[in-house]
């Protein structure tokens, strides 16, 4: 009996250490909520669905800083101090991983990110790129040829660059990186489809869920939404949600309360927005934020099963085609945007087709689905089976 007991002892034991020897270590470097916003709900979406694979250990680093900006001094003192808490966290975590994922903004990329990548590879580990937005190759065609040709080089170190939208797979290939793969952006899928019975006779509602600043396009739906109240053709209402940042927040808050139509509701609790857009009929989302790559809340309005009014902008023209699943207007156009609102307030059947079509679109999207594609690629030896 002693005998079989060690013996099962240390046939348990090794089978621990086998089991520690095939899990896999992937450290997280990128900006968690608070804020709350586009980049940062991916963040929480993927530290989320990553607790389903029991072979992947995750460690993540924090990038978030404490005041939300539109943009960031690289050389505040406290962006400096900033940078050296993230590098020394990565330090301590770099030699225990397998693999690294950044995610990161085009500057951050190319500062931040340029020394986490060299320290990834002085340690021999994989390191793998995420930018956040599709503005990338515009940064870089916006520099000179020889700094152009460098910063293509840190990219190309890089095992894999997972970007958002396909015209900045092709542009960045263009340029000589050729380690580049589109990968969608993504949200947590809900059950079933969670748009709500429209009734007849009220008014149509709006909902404007984003982080609240002028290239949002806020300020611009609040002029559209004054012009259809002055009209006295349209009945419309509009509910906003989101974070307002503190630039442009005495200015919303001053149109907000000359608009009648409009009231502003707080902050959505992540994860609950495709439930919070079905009691709506549309979402409008007239930003002019040239950065943009799949905006999280067009991929939550298409699960709603709702139509989008939005911008064209090249990456949303990728999520919506005219007259299909939403209506398209020119950048800062609040006549064409309050033409849109009208369209789709005298048409409901064109409503109901977009919602569907949304609906059936917005699957390939889910949360689920693009992580384990992503996952599949940081390590290939991955299977369904691993998941739980």
Known sequence: MTL???????????????????????????PQPPPVGGGTVNVEILLQELKKYPDIL??????????CHRQTNIF??????????IIWKYLVNIK????????????????????LLFLARTNHVSCYIKPLGADLHFWLNGQKKMIQKYLVKVLSAASRVFVQTRELQTELCALGCNNVTHVPGYRLA???????????????????????????????????LRMLTSSEKTDVVCDFYGPILK?????????????PSAQYIGIAEIGTASQLMAKYDVLVFPTFCTTEGYPGVIIEAMQAGIPIISTRLPSISELITDHENG???????????????RHLASDHTLREKM???NYIKGQQFNADHVIYRMLQLMFPELNPANAD
Do not use: C
């Open 4 to 30: 079989l007991w060690v013996i099962s002892w240390h046939y348990d034991k090794f089978k621990l250490e086998m089991t520690a020897i095939r899990k896999k270590t992937l450290l997280i470097v990128g």
């Open 58 to 67: 995750v460690t993540s680093i924090n990038t978030s800083p404490k005041d």
């Open 76 to 85: 505040d003192l406290e962006e400096i101090r900033r940078a050296g808490r």
């Open 96 to 115: 225990k991983s397998d693999s690294v994922l950044i995610i990161a903004t085009t500057t951050s990329i190319f500062t931040l990110g340029s020394i």
């Open 190 to 224: 809900p059950s079933n489809r969670v748009s709500e019975e429209r009734q007849t006779g009220r008014p149509l509602q709006l909902v404007f869920l984003s982080q609240i600043y002028r290239e949002k396009g806020a300020l611009l739906l609040l002029e559209a």
């Open 247 to 259: 630039e442009d927040r005495l200015e919303f808050l001053r149109q907000l309360q000359a608009t």
């Open 327 to 341: 209506l398209l207007f020119p950048m800062g156009d609040s006549r064409a945007l309050v033409y849109a609102i």
């Open 355 to 357: 919602g569907r079509n």
